[in-house]
């Protein structure tokens, strides 16, 4: 009995017993092309939050309400650079202030009738 006891490596069987049966924490890693950051973003053109967003809602929509709520601070800060930028390139533009906002609308919409 005390044969069979040396040769049995504890540690071996331990690591591997526990590296089969226990499944790995976190996300596992997301697999990416080689050169996908900067030939993915030449080849497509960028899609506009703010026009998708008013596109729902022709009426016209205060930057609060795109964003979801008053409160959304950090949605606030991303959709106000692309907002200009819609601005700028005569997709939408600024028509009323309700409650101290500006409310924004296609200006399609605006040409069609």
Known sequence: MSEELENINFSQSTEEAAG?????????????????????????????KVVKLLDKNPVGMTLP??????????RIKTL???????????????????AGHTVYRLVRHIVNR
């Open 20 to 48: 089969d049966s226990k499944p790995k924490r976190g996300r596992p890693p997301v697999p990416r092309p080689a050169g996908s950051t900067s030939s993915q973003a030449a080849d497509k053109p960028a899609e506009n």
């Open 65 to 74: 309400e795109m964003a979801g709520g008053p409160r959304q601070l950090k």
């Open 80 to 98: 106000r650079p692309q907002l200009a930028e819609a601005i700028r390139a005569g997709l939408i533009m600024p028509v009323s202030q309700r």
